[in-house]
């Protein structure tokens, strides 16, 4: 193989410095600077994207602190009207019950009068039917006719 034998060595030593030398002059070196602006605009642009999206999660978290700390506020406002409210129905409750336990304590005591009054009544009644009904069985078995106080002390006794 020619390629291999010592002699086209230099010629082909010589053929590989000018290529390289053409091509690192002609693309490498023309091009480089734009490739280094372009890498550090790209890292430049990548830092500022950092920047602003750590900048954008701080105030993200800023934003979440002060809705939690909303929440908890108004969850504790919440509570709080709850249990006003709680207390204040409790109240009114309790005075409806006392109200409606004076009515009906009033109702109460009126029919326990009515009821003492209707008992005295009937025993008036049956007193007086009693006594009545003693002295005609007397005037019917005896034939004798009793006056009525004494009935009514002979019943009274027997009490």
């Keep these: 193989m020619p390629q291999f034998e010592s002699a086209y060595w230099l010629p082909q030593l010589v053929w590989l410095a000018a290529i390289f030398a053409v091509l690192y002059f ?6 480089l600077p734009k490739v280094g602006r372009v890498i ?3 890292e430049g642009r990548v ?4 920047d602003a999206a750590e900048a954008a999660k ?3 978290d800023s934003i979440r602190t002060r809705y ?3 929440m908890a506020s108004a969850r504790e406002a919440a509570q709080a009207r709850v249990a006003a409210a709680q207390t204040e129905a409790a109240k009114a409750a309790e005075g409806r019950m006392k ?5 009906l304590d009033t109702k109460a005591a009126e029919a326990a009068t009515r009821l003492s ?10 007193a007086a039917t009693t006594t009545e009904l003693t002295s005609e069985a007397v005037t019917r078995l005896t034939g004798l006719t009793l006056p009525t106080a004494e009935i ?4 009274s006794a027997q009490k």
């Design 47 to 50: 830092a500022g994207d950092l």
């Design 152 to 155: 009514e002390a002979v019943l």
């Design 26 to 31: 002609a693309v490498v070196r023309p091009t």
């Design 99 to 103: 109200a409606l336990s004076d009515v």
């Design 58 to 60: 701080a105030e993200a």
């Design 117 to 126: 009054g209707a008992r005295d009544a009937a025993r008036a009644t049956l």
């Design 68 to 70: 939690d700390d909303g």
């Design 40 to 42: 550090d605009e790209r």
